[in-house]
């Protein structure tokens, strides 16, 4: 059966056939597509164009866009596809620098411990960059003995920057977990997670996914995943709670739909936004196909989901959200600080998985979407870095003819031939693989040189906290910390404690004699009140960074 085409199909049609100069013109049903004569893509001497795209020194912002499981495959079948084989994806292919970097992963345990696994997962690949470190199969941002690592998003927000995590995906899952939480099994989701052991809270760890998001406090948090957070802490300062009464509690502000996102017009470390559109993942932007042994023989259209969300929810949309969020405020003023942002398009990956040959083609064409909205920022302010790439490749290969036993799908393109698409590292109803080969990366803006050639995934760590001048010891960023009480005080009388400059930290613990408070730190400060104890002659007070482990101390003098 022959798919109608959707509407976005056919404006792509239609602007093919118009601007053709010369080629071919043929019928394939009703549609008319047509084919460009030259195939060239480069023309004429391309030194200076090279020359002018290399910008050297810091920039002030940088976003990171991350395509999950989107291989060399999966960019060439969305391009096939929306544009044409002779087309372009006006996001993922107008970046100038280009490069490709290594994805592999570690052996966790065994003589094998700390080489090489060729074939990573989301876990991993997703702690490469964000953290500069490999590790196993499984683990969000700790090392292969489960010590956490630093993320960028961690290190950026302790150097002042403003920080977004966004992703089509459930916000705990693994990609968008990593800048934002450190566990040693990546499913452990939220407090009811079976799979969390010594870092749930009972066990005296950090705490799910879920808790050390809330923890994190980045500036804004958009995606899926809401289902985890109405699970009730069972341990901590907000036991019996829900993390959605956690959430306002801590002054987030928590939006559920379009309607809700679009009412928010700041968002900043008093008011960090929690958006969560979704109980789990994203709906698709196409209507799946099935993968089935001989699939490749009908060829079919992708359609239009009717279960994708509003318009104001897509990844572009959400990007534009995010950026325009980030970028407001005090800190962007002249010589104040400016952000770093990632955004993933989940389901390219997921797709993959499925053998769901237009799920995964809808979702790069998401993925580029977002894409251009931030080189359309970038180019506009001059000052940001702008990358993207993919975490692993996958397994969906373009094939000239049907497989005789493998999954295919065949689907129509722009020039009305036939792309057949196969699924060969599982059988039908199996989840197909991920692969270890090398992936495109590629940048614009200052910094952008830095991905040219081959590098690992971990480089991009460096690229990025280097292009933005982040200091990585985070911890020193809070030794010139302080803190500040009344020198004297009556017995029953309410004081105030109030610590700053404790930048490298997220909570603070104070201690008032035997009184304790955990809290939040806003741009490096965080206070809280006590009562004095009748009877005593002083009262010590400490302030400890929980991050740093920074200490500053003071007492009160109890009045007679």
């Known amino acids: 059966m022959k798919l109608p085409l959707s509407r976005a199909r056919r404006r792509a049609v239609m602007t093919a056939a118009a601007v053709v100069t010369a080629g071919t013109l043929f019928a394939s049903g009703a549609a008319v597509a047509a084919v460009t004569a030259d195939p060239h893509r480069a023309t004429g001497d391309r030194t200076q164009e090279v020359k002018n795209a290399i910008v050297g020194g810091k920039a002030k912002n940088v976003i990171l866009l991350i395509g999950d499981g989107m291989g060399d495959s999966e960019i060439t079948i969305a391009r096939n596809y929306q544009y044409g084989a002779g087309g372009e994806l006006p996001g993922i292919d107008a970046l100038p620098l280009t490069g490709q970097y290594t994805t592999y992963s570690v052996e966790k345990s065994g003589p094998r411990k700390g080489l090489p696994d060729y074939v990573p997962d989301s876990a991993a690949t997703g702690t490469a960059w964000a953290t500069g470190s490999k590790t196993y199969d499984n683990a969000i941002s700790v090392d292969v003995d489960g010590n956490p690592l630093a993320s960028i998003l961690e290190i950026a927000k302790a150097n002042g920057y403003?920080?977004?995590?966004?992703?089509?995906?459930?916000?705990?899952?693994?990609?968008?977990?990593?800048?934002?939480?450190?566990?040693?099994?990546?499913?452990?989701?939220?407090?009811?997670?079976?799979?969390?052991?010594?870092?749930?809270?009972?066990?005296?760890?950090?705490?799910?996914?879920?808790?050390?998001?809330?923890?994190?406090?980045?500036?804004?948090?958009?995606?899926?995943?809401?289902?985890?957070?109405?699970?009730?802490?069972k341990a901590g300062p907000w036991e019996g709670q829900t993390l959605l009464d956690q959430a306002a509690d801590r002054g987030y502000q928590v939006v559920t739909d379009a309607a809700g996102?679009?009412?928010?017009?700041?968002?900043?470390?008093?008011?960090?936004?929690?958006?969560?559109?979704?109980?789990?993942?994203?709906?698709?932007?196409?209507?799946?196909?099935?993968?089935t042994v001989g699939g490749a023989n009908t060829p079919v259209s992708c359609t239009e989901n009717p279960d994708r969300l509003d318009g104001?929810?897509?990844?572009?949309?959400?990007?534009?959200?995010?950026?325009?969020?980030?970028?407001?405020?005090?800190?962007?003023?002249?010589?104040?600080?400016?952000?770093?942002?990632?955004?993933?398009?989940?389901?390219?990956?997921?797709?993959?998985?499925?053998?769901?040959?237009?799920?995964?083609?809808?979702?790069?064409?998401?993925?580029?979407?977002?894409?251009?909205?931030?080189?359309?920022?970038?180019?506009?302010?001059?000052n940001t870095l702008v990358i993207v790439t993919a975490d692993h490749a996958h397994s969906s290969q373009i094939v000239d003819s049907t497989p005789p036993t493998s999954l295919s799908t065949a689907v129509t393109t722009l020039e009305g031939g036939v792309m057949k698409i196969s699924y060969g590292t599982a059988g039908a109803?199996?989840?197909?693989?991920?692969?270890?080969?090398?992936?495109?990366?590629?940048?614009?803006?200052?910094?952008?040189?830095?991905?040219?050639?081959?590098?690992?995934q971990t480089d991009t760590f460096g690229t990025i906290t280097g292009t933005l001048g982040l200091t990585?010891?985070?911890a020193s960023l809070s030794k010139r910390a302080s803190v500040k009480t009344p020198a004297k005080?009556?017995?029953?009388?309410?004081?105030?404690?109030?610590?700053?400059?404790?930048?490298?930290?997220?909570?603070?613990?104070?201690?008032?004699?035997?009184?304790?408070?955990?809290?939040?730190?806003?741009?490096?400060?965080?206070?809280?009140?006590?009562?004095?104890?009748?009877g005593a002659k002083s009262v010590d007070v400490a302030v400890t960074g929980i991050q740093s482990g920074v200490v500053k101390t003071t007492a009160v003098s109890v009045r007679k």
């Open 162 to 233: 403003r920080t977004g995590d966004v992703s089509t995906a459930e916000i705990q899952d693994a990609t968008p977990a990593v800048q934002v939480a450190h566990v040693d099994a990546r499913s452990c989701y939220g407090p009811d997670s079976t799979t969390c052991g010594d870092d749930a809270l009972v066990a005296g760890g950090l705490g799910s996914i879920s808790e050390q998001l809330l923890n994190t406090r980045a500036d804004v948090v958009l995606g899926g995943g809401l289902a985890s957070f109405r699970q009730t802490a």
């Open 429 to 456: 109803g199996g989840s197909q693989q991920h692969t270890g080969s090398q992936l495109r990366i590629a940048g614009y803006g200052p910094g952008a040189a830095n991905v040219v050639g081959l590098t690992d």
């Open 472 to 474: 990585l010891d985070t």
């Open 489 to 534: 005080a009556s017995g029953g009388e309410s004081v105030t404690v109030s610590a700053k400059g404790f930048a490298g930290d997220r909570q603070v613990t104070i201690a008032f004699g035997e009184q304790t408070q955990t809290l939040d730190v806003v741009d490096g400060a965080a206070t809280a009140s006590f009562t004095v104890p009748a």
């Open 312 to 382: 104001a929810l897509s990844l572009a949309s959400l990007t534009t959200k995010a950026i325009d969020l980030l970028s407001a405020g005090s800190n962007q003023a002249k010589g104040g600080k400016g952000f770093f942002l990632q955004v993933e398009g989940a389901s390219i990956d997921k797709r993959d998985h499925a053998a769901d040959a237009c799920g995964q083609i809808g979702e790069t064409l998401d993925l580029d979407e977002a894409v251009q909205v931030a080189l359309e920022y970038a180019k506009k302010d001059e």
């Open 261 to 291: 996102l679009g009412t928010v017009s700041a968002a900043n470390q008093s008011q960090p936004l929690l958006g969560l559109f979704t109980d789990g993942n994203f709906p698709t932007r196409f209507a799946s196909t099935t993968a």
